[in-house]
């Protein structure tokens, strides 16, 4: 594949994915916005925890379902016709089911028992045991995530994004409107249930699968196999929520409930606008980067490009985010939410490291090296609980937005000699420069937004339009666009070249 059309496919699953991710994003600033006024931080707050603890059940119950699911799709797809790709659903199909039973049993048998250990309120068994229902949902979602992804069937994967996220807010708004904050585990239950139905329908829309039925002993001898690799990254996935479980916790046990709110405000603002970027990573970026694994060079440059037009596509948006954050936070919640403001500009300039790590990362899983990706996750979340532990007590909630951009200054090298080690991975010129540039450019607008609000704003918003121009000509000339887009892309090229150029 060219280099252009590489760049072309890169921007075709972003453009696709980030579309879907756009929709969303609209929608969950309404969504935020109304349930902030409904049930206030508390209720917020509450709710994230009770979805981080699905997810860290969700976790281990799927055994690392959705990172190996996708590695044998993608493989059976991409090498070995259709009959191998029918035969690796059928194995998919019943190993989630087994998963997914199993999963929801385990967590109902055990309610009681976390909701004393992490809720610290045992009365709450009953409220938690229902929680059991979305995880066989999530585990039954996550595999049929997989076989998408494998495929490639990205537009399937934005349609059911969109039509997730906005039949989950009308559910959502609507539970609470009437039942306020009772209705907390009904609302952590309908994305589950709403994204489970919405994946068996694009999923029987592939037909039945081709090619003769697997035995029940090859059958297990395939989950045998793919368990060994899953362990690895379940392992990775336990630790990744319940580094995010443990933040919470100690932000609710040392600060109380408003505190909790007002980080789960940060964090979902934080994951939610990257999610156009990093959701097509997940998408098209990992089934291209197994399928070149073994050759190193192929696998590098696509390391490169991936880098490159993430940092692109992120820094004019990252940069208005980070001159308007006062008014972000009063527009999508209240003034009871205030505290976030500072959690949120650590968290910022923590996405800049986040988004150059995680095309790295993606290297790790697609070498299948499940212990170094246990050990790199590990490491990196545990910065994060560490740094939330010492810094609540002294800096308040800030601190979570602190250890979060600690966290990434550990992740990037670490994630970095890793991609060195495996594919021997060299970050282009280009792309370091690039890199550079934002991070200065995002360090002046976050001390300009600290020293005055609408200082920030404006060199905010100064430096995002020409981050955007600069990303314009970039890409048009990395796609080789043709019309004014290609008189753009040579006025690109020339800058380009004078950034590039040695000294």
Excluded: C
Excluded at 74 to 100: C, M, N, P, Y
Excluded at 122 to 140: D, E, F, Q
Excluded at 286 to 312: G, S, W, Y
Aim: charged share 10%.
């Amino acid at each position: 594949m060219s280099a252009s059309n590489s760049y072309r496919t890169i921007l075709r699953s972003s453009s696709i994915i980030g579309g879907a991710q756009v929709v969303n994003i609209l929608v969950g600033l309404i969504r935020m916005k109304i349930v902030a006024v409904l049930i206030g931080p508390s209720g917020v707050g509450l709710i994230g925890l009770y979805a981080n603890l699905m997810q860290t059940a969700t976790t281990v119950a799927g055994l690392g379902i959705g990172n190996v699911g996708t590695r044998h799709i993608a493989k059976a797809h991409s090498e070995d016709g259709v009959a191998e790709v029918g035969r690796t659903r059928r194995i998919l199909f019943w190993g989630a089911l087994v998963l997914a039973t199993l999963g929801a049993l385990v967590f109902w048998l055990f309610s009681g028992v976390i909701a004393g250990g992490v809720l610290g309120d045992p009365s709450k068994s009953s409220y938690v045991a229902w929680l059991a229902i979305g995880v066989a949902l999530n585990v039954g979602a996550i595999s049929q995530g997989a076989l998408l992804t494998g495929m490639r069937r990205i537009g399937d994967l934005a349609r059911i994004n969109v039509l997730a996220g906005l039949l989950g807010t009308v559910a959502n708004l609507a539970i609470l409107w009437v039942w306020g904050m009772q209705g907390l585990i009904a609302v952590v239950l309908v994305t589950p249930a709403v994204t489970f139905l919405l994946g068996h329908v694009f999923v029987s829309r592939l037909g039945p699968p081709e090619g003769r039925r697997p035995t029940l002993r090859e059958m297990t001898s395939e989950w045998g196999d793919m368990a060994r690799l899953g362990f690895a990254f379940m392992l990775s996935g336990v630790v990744a929520t319940l580094g995010g479980l443990a933040v919470r916790s100690l932000v609710q046990r040392e600060l109380g409930p408003d505190a909790l709110g007002q980080f789960q405000a940060a964090w979902v603002i934080g994951m939610t606008y990257l999610g156009f970027v990093l959701g097509a990573m997940g998408t098209d970026y990992f089934p291209r980067l197994t399928a070149v694994i073994n050759d190193p060079k192929a696998a590098t440059r696509m390391v490169n490009e991936q880098t490159e037009v993430a940092l692109l596509l992120t820094a004019p948006i990252l940069l208005t985010m980070l001159g308007f954050v006062p008014w972000v936070i009063s527009l999508l919640y209240t003034s009871d939410f205030a505290p976030a403001v500072e959690v949120l500009r650590w968290q910022l300039l923590g996405d800049i490291l986040k988004v150059m790590s995680w095309p790295m990362g993606f290297v790790i899983v697609a070498a299948g090296a499940g212990k170094t990706f246990v050990a790199t996750e590990t490491t990196g979340m545990s910065a994060l609980v560490l740094g939330t532990f010492v810094g609540l007590p002294i800096v308040g909630v800030t601190a979570t937005g602190i250890a979060f951009l600690a966290m990434y200054i550990i992740y990037l090298p670490l994630v970095y000699w890793q991609a060195s080690r495996i594919i021997r991975f060299r970050m282009s010129k280009t792309v370091r420069k690039q890199a550079i540039l934002l991070i200065l450019a995002a360090v002046i607008v976050d001390m300009a937004g600290r020293w005055s609000a609408p200082v920030g704003a404006l060199l905010g918003s100064t430096s995002a339009i020409a981050m955007g121009l600069w990303a314009l000509m970039r890409l048009s000339t990395m796609t080789e666009a043709g019309g004014r887009l290609g008189r753009l892309a040579a006025m690109g090229e020339r800058i380009n070249g004078w950034i590039t150029r040695k000294p």
